[in-house]
């Protein structure tokens, strides 16, 4: 007999899901400020497994996921580095929590977020 009992049926994970995980685990990576808007070029449908949200656009096609992840940064950080760790992160959590594999992530910086800094200078 073995002890790897498989009950008959399968596991669905709803894309609302994915997008939760990749928000929380981008948001979550130091140097985030926010998110920032999906270009509106992009239309949202749900018939092609394609879901947006708030600075997110993600796509699953064959049980992979790939994504377009939009942020805006703090201005006293290294622009390359923020990217490639919310791409690390990102990668884990989808890969760890879903058990999904990762077709591509892609940071895209669309602004830099220098009113905390000017607020600092201010108080000086």
């Known amino acids: 007999m073995s002890d790897n009992f498989v009950t008959p049926g399968k596991t669905t994970i709803s894309i609302d899901v994915i997008l939760t995980i990749t928000r929380l685990t981008t948001l979550d990576v130091p140097g985030v400020r926010r998110m920032s808007q999906v270009p509106s070029r992009r239309f949202r449908t749900m018939l092609l497994h394609r879901q947006e949200e708030d600075g997110l656009h993600v796509e699953v096609v064959d049980d992979v996921v790939y994504t377009d992840i939009y942020v805006v940064l703090?201005?006293?950080?290294n622009i390359r580095e923020v990217g490639r760790n919310i791409q690390t992160a990102v990668a884990r959590a989808i890969t760890d929590m879903i058990g999904m594999q990762v077709g591509v992530i892609n940071?895209?910086?669309?602004d830099i977020d220098y009113s905390v800094a000017t607020e600092a200078a201010e108080t000086l």
Not at 74 to 77: G, N
Not at 107 to 110: G, M, Q, S, T
């Open 107 to 110: 940071v895209h910086v669309e």
């Open 74 to 77: 703090e201005s006293d950080v």
